[in-house]
């Protein structure tokens, strides 16, 4: 655990410059994820060991850009994850942005296969109420799909500080449903 701790720190010392040159962080979930994104040139990533993000980290990052990408792992646990984390970074006034990856893929094994896929999976992120608002569109029928709307993207939208924003997003939702 103390290991972890230092190897963060070492690769956050690294990524903070790079992070407020190109004004976001890309946080991935853990350490092979962390250095297989340095070594194929995203500098600017960070890990949060999964569950452990805190808002603490957050606002570390946030000294140093109020953007983020979450690259989590595509399977179940990591999408999980990526939602807590991004409730948190929005509950925080952060611009969040999520990164798909192919499924059962991560960002390790996507940046050591084809690192140009891996900078091409951060440029195609998607701002994360598209993301919740097309997950809930894509997971759910009509009949299912207001209640899924309810219970899992609303909650969202309150999180947004910008009335404009919100009042944006919530034409957004009724013009796709």
């Known amino acids: 655990r103390e290991l972890q701790k230092i190897f963060n720190l070492i690769y956050f010392n690294i990524a903070k410059n790079y992070i407020r040159k190109l004004d976001y962080a890309v946080l991935v979930e853990g350490q092979m994820d962390l250095l297989m994104s340095?070594?194929?040139?995203?500098l600017n990533t960070v890990a949060s060991s999964g569950t452990a993000l805190t808002e603490l980290h957050l606002k570390k990052i946030q000294k140093l850009t109020n953007r983020i990408i979450i690259?989590?792992?595509s399977d179940s646990s990591g999408e999980k994850a990526s939602i807590r984390a991004a409730e948190m970074a929005m509950f925080l006034d952060m611009e969040v942005k999520i990164a798909s990856l192919p499924k059962g893929e991560d960002p390790a094994s996507i940046a050591q296969k084809n690192p140009e896929k891996w900078k091409e999976a951060l440029r195609e992120s998607e701002n994360f109420m598209d993301f919740i608002l097309n997950k809930a569109l894509k997971e759910n029928n009509s009949r299912n799909l207001t209640k899924e709307i309810i219970k899992n993207v609303l909650p969202f939208v309150y999180l947004i500080k910008s009335n404009i924003e919100k009042s944006q997003f919530v034409k957004k939702i009724a013009l796709k449903i």
């Open 38 to 42: 340095h070594q194929a040139g995203v």
């Open 71 to 73: 690259a989590y792992d």
